[in-house]
């Protein structure tokens, strides 16, 4: 449009407004300026080569002539402002500015002060420029309507030898016998039972005769049984009898696919966490509900069956829940005991083998955790069970929650490279995510105190040990001795509550692991919640702060609600490109908003928000 044209529609030649647009010649004549990119109109006057520059302190207001624009032809900025106006002189009167030296108060173009600072040019990047947010909201698995559950076909059987009384255990019974009487101790062996790795001989004692007598003679009746090991119950819980614990001649493999065969295990529904871990010594097959533990440690030596447990575990889960109502999360930073279990459709996430990256995904738990109980507070729901009993009466307009079992096997590698975010994230799980249908299993070769420290252990209720090196790991794992007197090969105790219960494993091999996992590959998909590389992302970020002053500075501005580099050299006594530098990251983890020309960066978040990003970083 023309001038004349202008004049015609607006009454004025400056003006073409079109819905609250001003042209771009109109605003270069008024502000010198080609565009006004950023909301808030009363940023100063960017500097303008063509006029003579003129330094001042403060900038007075714009002078411009008053014109009789209807007030609704303004754009929505200039609405209600006042403006100074001289009718006398004609044209415009515009005050351009050099920039002023750094630091000095000037007041912007409509009488507002804003602090100055350092023109920001693009700052150097630390980490990818990609912003990651870990948090994703769960998504529950599409589920697949004809999902089959894979058949205990699947598994092999063994048949046992139903020979109760061999000949090397009648031999054991008289050996026990002669010891006792050639140490003066009044007692027989009352009976044996003979389980698939060891036979327990119950010893009846004569009144008054004390329990430690027996005690005592371990390595007197070790040394007559010619035993590798052996294990003293004084007395056998629920009993009246002390039980000595032989090693089998001849050792029997529990077979996995025996234990899961019961209904007990297979039409026990109300139980969807309860796994099979073996036989006990008077042939009982031993399950137990991860949802009762809630969270379990397993230990023990390299090659004493940690492994074989932790599948069977998972295969047990496997057998009996689909992807849409029990999701895992596995970690293996020895990168060859759960990588077979990749592209399962369970898994939240890849098997993760980076201990950086595991600690991120353990404090995506700890999000998920929180999110469920907002979710439980606002349903009126007690526990996950409850959620989800609503949701299936259609009480809640939600998706059904999946339980959520994690799975660590080596926790000494997590702990060597980032123990205090692991120790931290597996402290706030197991305080409380029960309830919430979180389940943890943590598995290591190392049972010593800075791999099982002291808030880990006490929050752990389940302890599974197998054969250790010595009584100390024994005491670190179980609180007692025993599991130094283990056989190795499966051979485990159990403690739930006070006494732990001895066990041999269930045995199940790689061929029928990854047949298992073959039968649900084949019919669907992983959807994996949580990408490795947005979980690579969040560690490099974190890598980048090398920053001490991080957090301080962090704190400082958002308590002053206000972020410029100058601000942050003055209050802590540091250079430019380091001010900057912590700038940049505080925009990188969402504290601040980006670099806005001159002006100051906004502060995004407030105290509480601020604190719950230090504590993911652990800062
Ligand atoms: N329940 C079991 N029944 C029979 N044999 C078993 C059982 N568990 C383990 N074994 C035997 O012991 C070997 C070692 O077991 P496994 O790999 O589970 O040990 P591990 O404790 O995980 O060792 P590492 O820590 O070195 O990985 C197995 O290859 C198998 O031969």
Redesign the pocket.
């Given at each position: 449009m023309d001038d004349d044209a202008n004049i015609q529609k607006t009454g004025n030649k400056y003006y073409e407004f079109k819905d609250g647009i001003i042209s771009k010649e109109t605003r270069k004549q008024i502000f010198g300026i080609d565009s006004y990119k950023h909301k808030n109109q009363d940023a100063p006057v960017k500097e303008d080569v063509a006029f003579e520059p003129k330094i001042e302190e403060e900038i007075q207001p714009i002078k411009m002539n008053h014109v009789e624009t209807p007030e609704n032809t303004l754009p929505p900025w200039m609405r209600g402002k006042h403006i100074e106006t001289t009718p006398e002189i004609g044209g415009l009167d515009v005050d351009t500015f050099k920039r002023p030296s750094k630091g000095i108060q000037i007041k912007a173009n409509f009488g507002e002060e804003i602090s100055e600072d350092y023109p920001e040019q693009a700052p150097p990047k630390y980490v990818e420029p990609k912003k990651t947010e870990v948090r994703q909201a769960f998504r529950a698995h599409t589920p697949t309507s004809n999902y089959q559950l894979p058949p205990l076909t699947l598994l092999k059987k063994v048949e046992r030898s139903a020979d109760d009384k061999p000949e090397w255990l009648v031999e054991q019974v008289e050996r026990i016998n002669q010891t006792l009487i050639d140490h003066a101790v009044e007692g027989e062996v009352a009976q044996s039972k003979k389980g698939p790795t060891v036979t327990r001989h119950e010893i009846s004692l004569e009144p008054g005769v004390p329990v430690k007598r027996i005690t005592s003679l371990q390595d007197n009746l070790m040394m007559n049984l010619a035993a590798k090991t052996l294990r003293i119950e004084a007395p056998i819980p629920g009993k009246p009898f002390v039980g000595i614990e032989v090693p089998n001649k001849i050792a029997d493999?529990?077979s996995f696919g025996n234990v899961v065969d019961t209904d007990e295990f297979l039409e026990d529904h109300k139980h969807p966490l309860k796994v099979a871990l073996?036989e006990d010594i008077d042939g009982t097959n031993i399950y137990v509900d991860i949802a009762k533990m809630p969270h379990g440690l397993i230990a023990?030596?390299?090659?004493?069956?940690?492994?074989?447990?932790v599948n069977s575990i998972l295969i047990s889960l496997l057998l009996k829940n689909r992807p849409e109502d029990l999701k895992l999360i596995l970690i293996d930073p020895?990168m060859v005991?759960l990588t077979p279990y990749n592209d399962l459709p369970h898994l939240i996430t890849p098997v993760i083998t980076d201990p950086k990256m595991a600690a991120t995904a353990l404090n995506w738990v700890v999000d998920e955790m929180e999110d469920r109980y907002k979710k439980f507070a606002g349903t009126r729901s007690r526990d996950i069970g409850s959620f989800n009993e609503n949701v299936k009466k259609g009480f809640i307009d939600e998706q059904k929650m999946p339980l959520i079992l994690i799975v660590i096997d080596e926790l000494a590698d997590l702990m060597m490279v980032a123990a205090h975010d692991v120790e931290n994230a597996i402290q706030r799980i197991t305080q409380k995510a029960r309830a919430a249908g979180i389940h943890l299993l943590v598995a290591t070769?190392r049972p010593t105190v800075d791999v099982i420290r002291g808030t880990i252990k006490s929050n752990i209720p389940t302890r599974i040990a197998?054969r250790v090196a010595s009584f100390t790991d024994s005491t670190t794992i179980l609180d007692g001795a025993g599991a130094e007197q283990l056989l190795?090969?499966?051979d485990m105790l159990l403690k739930e509550a006070e006494r732990p219960i001895r066990l041999?494993?269930?045995?199940i091999s790689n061929n029928e692991i990854d047949a298992v996992i073959d039968f649900i590959r084949q019919q669907t998909t992983p959807q994996y919640i949580l990408k490795h590389e947005d979980l690579r992302h969040i560690v490099q970020a974190k890598d980048t702060i090398d920053d001490d002053l991080f957090a301080q500075v962090a704190e400082y501005v958002v308590s002053e609600n206000s972020c410029s580099i100058n601000g942050i050299q003055k209050e802590y006594n540091i250079g430019f490109n380091r001010a900057q530098k912590i700038a940049t990251l505080l925009e990188q983890y969402g504290i601040v908003s980006p670099a806005q020309g001159t002006k100051a960066r906004e502060v995004l978040i407030d105290m509480l928000s601020l604190r719950e990003i230090l504590e993911k970083l652990g800062l």
């Open positions: 493999i529990v073996g023990g030596g390299t090659g004493s069956g940690k492994s074989v447990c020895k005991e070769q197998f190795g090969r499966g041999q494993g269930a045995y």
